[in-house]
């Protein structure tokens, strides 16, 4: 009986550790609207409403005017207005580091995902962004003339039109980043999508012999 009590205690503890750990999910959070005793949030990709008093995903709301808001986010108590941005890297990150190695023909290649769907990234120090072909936005499902800002891009048969684009995920691995800032090219190229800078700049990028290390910075 006493072990069984023990056991029945163990399990509680254990789901209120879990309960606790799962509600500090959140790594990005805008405020996007303000009322007398509400908000209205965007959590990573989620939009949230909330009344004095609520919660969600770590959030919870304090008070809040047509002006401003006080939110009290895992645990920090903050004032926060209209279009605010609120990063919780008061969080501890998780350390994660993949390992790329190099192939035969000299390239830094590997599977990965955006927006959730598999693509193939060419691993590339040298590009100012996450870029992709048009036909390669096309098969994601990217609106990028809709939703895009147009722009110019230099490539190697010379100057094309682009479009500057927010991929709400980009993964490498285990390595997850939100709302990644990308490219998208008119025409077939890239025939792989560049995993670049916009990416890798929040990362730890070290190069070994024929090893590409990239770790997530805390």
Do not use: H
Not at 22 to 27: I, R, T
Not at 127 to 141: D, E, N, P, W
Not at 167 to 181: A, D, F
């Amino acid at each position: 009986m006493l072990i069984s009590m023990k056991i029945t205690k163990f399990i509680y503890l254990m789901c209120v550790f879990l309960l606790s750990f799962s509600v500090l999910a959140a790594d990005k959070i805008e405020v996007q609207a303000l009322m007398p005793g509400m908000v209205v949030l965007l959590i990573d990709d989620s939009r949230v409403t909330l009344k004095t008093g609520d919660q969600s995903q770590g959030v919870k709301l304090i008070s809040a005017t047509s002006k401003i808001a006080e939110l009290d986010v895992d645990g920090v108590k903050k004032f926060y207005q209209m279009g605010t941005t609120v990063s919780t890297s008061f969080k501890q990150r998780e350390l994660i580091t993949e390992r790329i190695v190099l192939n035969k023909y000299g390239m830094f290649k590997s599977f990965g995902t955006i927006n959730g769907q598999s693509v193939k990234f060419l691993i590339d120090t040298g590009a100012t962004s996450v870029a992709m072909s048009a036909k390669q936005a096309r098969k994601l499902g990217i609106q990028y003339r809709i939703e895009g800002s147009e722009t110019r891009a230099n490539t190697a048969s010379g100057i094309a039109k682009g479009w500057l684009v927010t991929l709400k995920s980009v993964r490498l691995g285990k390595l997850l980043e939100r709302n990644v800032q990308g490219m998208v090219i008119d025409g077939d190229y890239p025939q792989e999508v560049l995993l670049g800078m916009t990416f890798l700049n929040r990362m730890k990028v070290e190069n070994e012999t024929g090893i590409m290390k990239i770790t997530r910075k805390k």
